[in-house]
């Protein structure tokens, strides 16, 4: 039999693409994953040993071992072709352990590394093949055994003082934090009232010619040091200004135009692909990986061979290669003309402990655009190398120009007296630069307290203004004053959470993920929305964890050890070490936690429903429910428990009827998933299902279910007829009055 030489990947799809492009000489074969790993059966490191780890096969991975070691055993050259990140790294250090010397015996192995799986990519990486990297190793090591401690130290704990089955987890908890203590804001924040003051004025010589303007000034002093708008304290205040300014004389005292330039943002890191993904296509952060990770390992475009369309995804780089960069710029000036291209731009990651020797996420060819390749792609896959490509050529295009004016406008003459100045805002844009291309969207509800979605407070570079000169009267056509409040920060939505946990350098790019959907499958957070909200368990978990382990809680302790194993990596600092300085006073922290602290009391794991038992009213006993949270989220049971088992579920109503049946559609959840679906109250019989959120009104088409689709659409189940705007009388996420109420 001809020897070969034997290409080791860790996924089948990859395999195929590999192979496709190094021909019948190699032998390309996938691992499957991790072929080794701590088993669960245990901590499995030993702590007085220097930590020394005992790792055991994967399930399923012994016949994949197997067939390797036959392809071995008949090769010369052995080359790792893992993902060129620690997690590539590991794994191809554990398939050489796994194999044994016996098996590697007069074998040659090589360390290939390519960002990108292209036929010139692979091609570069096998003529400049290297050795395997251990402070890698050693890095992915260090992560591994530490998470394992923190979770095998603290989970028995909290088992012993909370509740059996719960969890910790070095960067998890941190991440439940974050979502606890912006709850506790949102429950502190006291609501301040304001009176908004919005005109709309129109030119004396031709009342057609509108403008919106807003409250500025008062007597030259302006009232919010933050804002361009003065915002009246209450109504009796309010009153009186609407009175003047409906008696007042209106003339122009000012105009000011300048030239404002816009800069395109970075090409993608894994953090911002999430977050956009979730703000532009209500992807999570796993449905956006899995896409990602389809698009790089290669995808097969009519009857050529399979190629990669993206670069690897797991990275904290804004870099682009300087070859990308010249056939994007070519592309550009070839599609957009000169004036879109004028020299390449380099970014600076925002990311805290960002690693910069990868490239950002970009697509291996610009001429690969999405209108060309989407009938190979799924929907999803389509979606996300759609915001891929466009970011990458917008990064690379010039500034967006835009004469933005701003006018002021002296209301006198009303009956106090006082001089009111009034201003407008507008923007013309004079030239699209990347805006051609792409802009990038925005979280829908602001950080801030204070934050407006009312009309005088968008900005647009479209909005423009009417022709204005100083001195030019103009006169009232419309005034409205609106009592509004303050709003309390916004909850963490997935690409907020994701951008928090970058920000504070928690976490690394192939964790996000997972750190995000652990605690939703924890049950320490639940969804509103699309938003993260604590439940009454992760309340509890998190305010032990912060009493007891206050350095596993802190953010920048966390941060400092993702520092100090970015530094093993480097082959700066040993791990073994770094893990014994972490541990020694960790461990005390348990022993404290486990002696002295006292177990929670079950009732702040419970809240009364206002029902008593069935079960036990039956035998003449009198005794609430409550409603606790078990691995799948909220159900209701008998206070007594365990005394009385009896448990129901909790009914979640939207409102909305059931097109079938008529009943009461309600909200569901699936095990182990966080997203909801609805189904018919009369399921088993009726199994109408829907993914969707269901709006309350009818399809204006057919009068049938309309389901909410993307951000502000909606879609006919119905008969498929109307697939347009939503009504506007429903907001986005559930339903304004959805109910809940108590099935007993």
């Given at each position: 039999?001809?020897?070969?030489?034997?290409?080791?990947?860790?996924?089948?799809?990859?395999?195929?693409?590999?192979?496709?492009?190094?021909?019948?000489?190699?032998?390309?074969?996938?691992?499957?994953?991790?072929?080794?790993?701590?088993?669960?059966?245990?901590?499995?490191?030993?702590?007085?040993?220097?930590?020394?780890?005992?790792?055991?096969?994967?399930?399923?991975?012994?016949?994949?071992?197997?067939?390797?070691?036959?392809?071995?055993?008949?090769?010369?050259?052995?080359?790792?072709?893992?993902?060129?990140?620690?997690?590539?790294?590991?794994?191809?250090?554990?398939?050489?352990?796994?194999?044994?010397?016996?098996?590697?015996?007069?074998?040659?192995?090589?360390?290939?590394?390519?960002?990108?799986?292209?036929?010139?990519?692979?091609?570069?990486?096998?003529?400049?093949?290297?050795?395997?990297?251990?402070?890698?190793?050693?890095?992915?090591?260090?992560?591994?055994?530490?998470?394992?401690?923190?979770?095998?130290?603290?989970?028995?704990?909290?088992?012993?003082?909370?509740?059996?089955?719960?969890?910790?987890?070095?960067?998890?908890?941190?991440?439940?934090?974050?979502?606890?203590?912006?709850?506790?804001?949102?429950?502190?924040?006291?609501?301040?009232?304001?009176?908004?003051?919005?005109?709309?004025?129109?030119?004396?010589?031709?009342?057609?010619?509108?403008?919106?303007?807003?409250?500025?000034?008062?007597?030259?002093?302006?009232?919010?040091?933050?804002?361009?708008?003065?915002?009246?304290?209450?109504?009796?205040?309010?009153?009186?200004?609407?009175?003047?300014?409906?008696?007042?004389?209106?003339?122009?005292?000012?105009?000011?135009?300048?030239?404002?330039?816009?800069?395109?943002?970075?090409?993608?890191?894994?953090?911002?692909?999430?977050?956009?993904?979730?703000?532009?296509?209500?992807?999570?952060?796993?449905r956006t990986m899995r896409a990602a990770q389809g698009l790089y390992e290669g995808i097969q475009l009519?009857?050529?061979?399979?190629?990669?369309?993206?670069?690897?995804?797991?990275?904290?780089?804004?870099?682009?290669?300087?070859?990308?960069?010249?056939?994007?710029?070519?592309?550009?000036?070839?599609?957009?003309?000169?004036?879109?291209?004028?020299?390449?731009?380099?970014?600076?990651?925002?990311?805290?402990?960002?690693?910069?020797?990868?490239?950002?996420?970009?697509?291996?060819?610009?001429?690969?655009?999405?209108?060309?390749?989407?009938?190979?792609?799924?929907?999803?896959?389509?979606?996300?190398?759609?915001?891929?490509?466009?970011?990458?050529?917008?990064?690379?295009?010039?500034?967006?120009?835009?004469?933005?004016?701003?006018?002021?406008?002296?209301?006198?003459?009303?009956?106090?007296?006082?001089?009111?100045?009034?201003?407008?805002?507008?923007?013309?844009?004079?030239?699209?630069?990347?805006?051609?291309?792409?802009?990038?969207?925005?979280?829908?509800?602001?950080?801030?307290?204070?934050?407006?979605?009312?009309?005088?407070?968008?900005?647009?570079?479209?909005?423009?203004?009417?022709?204005?000169?100083?001195?030019?009267?103009?006169?009232?056509?419309?005034?409205?004053?609106?009592?509004?409040?303050?709003?309390?920060?916004?909850?963490?939505?997935?690409?907020?959470?994701?951008?928090?946990?970058?920000?504070?350098?928690?976490?690394?790019?192939?964790?996000?993920?997972?750190?995000?959907?652990?605690?939703?499958?924890?049950?320490?957070?639940?969804?509103?929305?699309?938003?993260?909200?604590?439940?009454?368990?992760?309340?509890?978990?998190?305010?032990?964890?912060?009493?007891?382990?206050?350095?596993?809680?802190?953010?920048?302790?966390?941060?400092?050890?993702?520092?100090?194993?970015?530094?093993?990596?480097?082959?700066?600092?040993?791990?073994?070490?770094?893990?014994?300085?972490?541990?020694?006073?960790?461990?005390?922290?348990?022993?404290?936690?486990?002696?002295?602290?006292?177990?929670?009391?079950?009732?702040?794991?419970?809240?009364?429903?206002?029902?008593?038992?069935?079960?036990?009213?039956?035998?003449?006993?009198?005794?609430?429910?409550?409603?606790?949270?078990?691995?799948?989220?909220?159900?209701?049971?008998?206070?007594?428990f365990p005394a009385c088992k009896h448990t129901s579920n909790i009914r979640v109503e939207t409102g909305?009827?059931?097109?079938?049946t008529g009943g009461e559609l309600l909200e569901r959840k699936r095990r182990g998933r966080g997203r909801?679906?609805?189904?018919?109250?009369?399921?088993?019989?009726?199994?109408?299902?829907?993914?969707?959120?269901?709006?309350?009104?009818?399809?204006?088409?057919?009068?049938?279910?309309?389901?909410?689709?993307?951000?502000?659409?909606?879609?006919?189940?119905?008969?498929?007829?109307?697939?347009?705007?939503?009504?506007?009388?429903?907001?986005?996420?559930?339903?304004?009055?959805?109910?809940?109420?108590?099935?007993?």
């Open positions: 039999m001809p020897v070969t030489d034997v290409v080791i990947v860790e996924s089948p799809a990859k395999a195929r693409t590999i192979g496709r492009f190094l021909g019948s000489e190699y032998d390309v074969i996938a691992t499957k994953g991790h072929m080794r790993g701590l088993s669960s059966k245990g901590m499995n490191v030993d702590i007085e040993n220097d930590f020394e780890p005992t790792y055991s096969l994967e399930r399923g991975s012994g016949v994949v071992l197997t067939e390797i070691k036959k392809k071995v055993r008949r090769a010369d050259i052995v080359y790792l072709a893992t993902d060129p990140d620690r997690e590539g790294e590991a794994i191809a250090w554990h398939l050489l352990e796994a194999l044994g010397p016996k098996a590697l015996a007069g074998k040659e192995v090589r360390r290939v590394v390519f960002h990108e799986i292209t036929r010139s990519a692979v091609d570069e990486a096998f003529a400049d093949h290297g050795v395997l990297d251990m402070d890698l190793v050693n890095a992915q090591q260090a992560r591994r055994i530490l998470d394992r401690l923190v979770g095998y130290k603290i989970s028995p704990v909290l088992w012993s003082k909370v509740r059996r089955g719960l969890s910790a987890g070095r960067v998890q908890s941190v991440a439940l934090r974050l979502t606890v203590d912006r709850e506790r804001e949102i429950e502190a924040f006291n609501p301040v009232e304001y009176w908004s003051v919005l005109t709309r004025l129109a030119k004396s010589v031709d009342a057609s010619l509108k403008f919106r303007a807003t409250l500025h000034a008062i007597d030259g002093k302006g009232g919010n040091a933050t804002s361009s708008r003065y915002l009246v304290n209450n109504q009796e205040e309010s009153a009186k200004l609407v009175a003047d300014l409906e008696a007042s004389a209106y003339r122009v005292t000012k105009v000011v135009k300048r030239e404002t330039k816009s800069r395109p943002t970075a090409p993608f890191t894994t953090s911002s692909l999430q977050q956009e993904a979730a703000r532009r296509l209500r992807f999570g952060a796993e009519g009857s050529g061979d399979p190629v990669g369309l993206i670069t690897y995804m797991r990275t904290d780089s804004t870099n682009l290669a300087t070859a990308a960069v010249a056939e994007i710029g070519d592309f550009i000036k070839n599609k957009y003309g000169a004036d879109y291209f004028g020299r390449p731009r380099v970014y600076r990651t925002r990311s805290k402990n960002a690693q910069e020797a990868h490239e950002a996420i970009r697509a291996t060819s610009v001429m690969r655009t999405p209108e060309s390749i989407a009938t190979h792609l799924t929907s999803d896959q389509r979606s996300l190398y759609d915001l891929i490509w466009k970011r990458m050529v917008a990064s690379q295009m010039t500034d967006s120009i835009s004469d933005a004016t701003t006018v002021d406008i002296e209301a006198t003459g009303g009956p106090s007296g006082t001089s009111y100045t009034l201003r407008a805002t507008g923007s013309v844009l004079k030239f699209q630069g990347f805006r051609a291309v792409y802009v990038e969207a925005r979280d829908t509800i602001s950080d801030s307290d204070d934050s407006d979605d009312s009309e005088e407070n968008v900005s647009d570079t479209s909005r423009s203004l009417v022709p204005l000169d100083e001195g030019e009267a103009v006169n009232l056509d419309d005034l409205k004053s609106e009592q509004k409040f303050t709003r309390p920060p916004a909850r963490y939505s997935e690409a907020m959470l994701i951008r928090t946990l970058e920000e504070n350098g928690i976490g690394r790019p192939s964790t996000f993920a997972g750190i995000v959907s652990t605690i939703e499958k924890r049950v320490y957070v639940e969804r509103e929305g699309t938003r993260f909200k604590p439940t009454m368990l992760g309340i509890v978990v998190n305010d032990y964890l912060v009493q007891w382990f206050p350095d596993i809680m802190d953010t920048g302790f966390t941060a400092s050890m993702e520092e100090k194993l970015d530094e093993v990596s480097r082959g700066d600092i040993e791990w073994i070490p770094m893990l014994r300085e972490f541990y020694d006073p960790f461990d005390e922290t348990c022993s404290e936690a486990k002696e002295k602290s006292e177990r929670v009391s079950r009732s702040l794991l419970e809240r009364p429903t206002g029902e008593m038992c069935p079960t036990c009213a039956e035998e003449g006993n009198e005794n609430p429910l409550v409603i606790r949270i078990g691995r799948n989220g909220e159900f209701i049971g008998c206070s007594t909305v009827k059931c097109p079938e909801p679906f609805y189904g018919c109250e009369h399921y088993p019989d009726c199994e109408f299902t829907t993914d969707a959120r269901p709006l309350k009104e009818p399809c204006p088409e057919c009068g049938g279910l309309l389901v909410a689709r993307g951000r502000n659409g909606a879609k006919c189940v119905t008969t498929e007829d109307y697939d347009g705007p939503a009504p506007e009388a429903v907001s986005d996420g559930k339903s304004e009055d959805a109910s809940v109420s108590v099935v007993v």
